[in-house]
């Protein structure tokens, strides 16, 4: 675990693959581990349609629907903003803080170093160019460079380890003057 939370940089991490891949579900294997193993992380995912959070008939739709730029709804369990404008990432991303390190589903163009998930069944290409890539998790045989680490669907605890034990500091790191 991260001692110094209040650091100058995050690392981040790019999960990238076609839809139906298994992206969600591996992610959500990963972050169990990395929370059981006393790790804060946050989780990004990307979104290529107009979501909604608000239910119609809510207050906090009610205030998004009445102009309201930022919409915010706290409880004793959960708090969630709704910034009901354009957000670049890099900007969304200053705003996380108290973690160890953020996790993105998507985001392929990004600067951040990329995770490919590829699987056969599904018959595409590889989402990305395999020299894109900081690891591959996968079913498939694909010819990989020398360097790049191959895990399977079902090894999201080794894959956890690799994270945690490969040092960070080697990745790319949001830090604010990589976003200014």
């Not at 959070?53 to 102009?67: L, P, S």
């Not at 900007?91 to 996790?103: A, E, M, N, P, S």
Request: proline residues 5%; hydrophobic residues 40%; aromatic residues 8%.
């Amino acid at each position: 675990m991260v001692d110094d939370r209040k650091k100058e940089t995050i690392p981040i991490f790019s999960f990238i693959a076609w839809s139906h891949t298994g992206k969600t579900t591996f992610l959500e294997k990963l972050i169990g581990i990395l929370s059981d193993k006393g790790y804060r992380v946050a989780a990004v995912k990307h979104d290529g349609h107009d979501f909604s959070m608000d239910k119609e008939g809510k207050d906090t739709k009610r205030m998004t629907d009445a102009g309201a730029v930022l919409t915010g709804i706290v409880s004793g369990t959960h708090a969630a903003l709704l910034v009901n404008e354009p957000v670049a990432l890099p900007d969304f991303l200053q705003g996380i803080r108290d973690v160890d390190l953020i996790l993105l589903e998507g985001y392929e163009r990004g600067i951040w170093p990329k995770i490919l998930l590829h699987r056969r069944e599904l018959k595409k290409p590889p989402r990305i160019p395999l020299n894109e890539c900081v690891a591959v998790i996968t079913d498939d045989e694909l010819i990989l460079e020398p360097d790049v680490p191959v895990f399977g669907f079902e090894e999201a605890d080794r894959f956890a380890d690799f994270l945690l034990t490969t040092g960070w500091e080697k990745y790319l790191l949001l830090s604010k003057k990589d976003i200014q």
